[in-house]
């Protein structure tokens, strides 16, 4: 199995063409306590901040843990964050799940927590190395190990599981297994020659407080060659342990019906899940979960790409919290309005209407249910979730 996993990691998908530089050498941490020491130093060294509360902005950005109260756990899981992200993206998933009895532990994958040019030399190699040496940590200490992921952090884990027999099953939200962009190949070819997709512009920030908001070129390539991975591992074999997957109907990142398609025939198990939100997907699968995405009680039009991962209590993210997405695909000005503190509806990225101002959608008003259906499909012991599609957010 170990034979397996290092196969994994040295999978080059044409990556060496990507990134073609000599690999430093690798270090490997002798423990997470290490890892979370080592990676806090190196953020605090390489960041640009974008606040004055450095301590919290070097806690947002590099790799958490929470520990349930109690006996001894006997379950954890690892969790990576996407393309541009930070381990922010699990606060309130890794607190929800450790409620539920897991250890659970976050990673920084290289390129990320510091600056956007952290990524222009970055490679999927070295993303892979840090979730499989930190995985391996975890199967030092427990006997039963998931793994979970957001967007490109799905892509990651879900290769791994598929290499590594003693992962007991996934949890991935958002997973980027295809891209609704056509042109996302190209990205790869031209990165060595067009550093940015997007000039940095001295008047558009290019992060904030937990995560990116410009990407180099390189780091969608990257991006494409776990998609890529992952189309060809899950054609040569299913998934047949317990999984969650998490979509919405509206996401402007990924081919969402493509991923349907790939849950109803290659996640095999009986207990797995597809929680859909929106209107009806074009499949009959008992096991996807449908729940409505229009809830103008919240004032939200759809759901989008990230706002599965966080409560409406989100201090950053959620209904009241001090971070919007202003930047959401709308005219100059919308932008400036929703920039003056104007009240707004949420969507994914793209969505207009005449009449209202959208900032894009940070906060899943259904996330308590969906932990516990969550906890559910991993086997935690307790009542059913209710399950019907009916039921209240």
Known sequence: MRFSVVLWISAGLGLASACAREAPPVHTPASFAAYQAETRELVAERRTFQSDDRAAELDYNTPREWRPLGEKPQRAILLAHGLGDSPFSFSDIGPALAGKGFI????????????PTDLI????????RVVAEQTALLKQEVGQVYLGGFSTGANLVTALALADDEIDGLLLFSPGFKSDEGYEWMAPLIAPFVTWLRDPEPN??????????????????????????????????????????????????????????????????????????????????PRILVRPDHLPEYRISQFSHMSVLFAPENRLYGRDGALRFCENGQNDDFYARCKNGEEVWYSDWGFETPDRIHARLTFNPYFEWQMDLVAE??????PKV???QNAAP
């Open 386 to 388: 209710l399950t019907g």
């Open 104 to 115: 659970v532990r976050t990673v920084l994958l290289p390129g990320h927590g510091t600056n």
């Open 377 to 382: 499909v991993l086997g935690v012991p307790g």
């Open 204 to 285: 558009r920030p290019q992060q904030n407080p937990v995560r990116y908001l410009n990407v180099p070129t390189n780091g969608f390539g990257q991006f494409h060659h776990t998609s890529a991975e992952i189309s060809s591992a899950l054609e040569d074999h299913p998934y047949e342990k317990p999984a969650t997957i998490i979509l919405t109907e509206h996401d402007s990142v990924l081919d969402v019906a493509s991923i349907v398609e790939t849950f109803t025939e290659r996640f095999t198990h009986p207990d797995s899940r597809l929680i859909w939100y929106g209107g009806p997907p074009a499949h009959d699968d």
């Open 121 to 128: 030399e970055v490679s999927a190699d070295d993303w892979r």
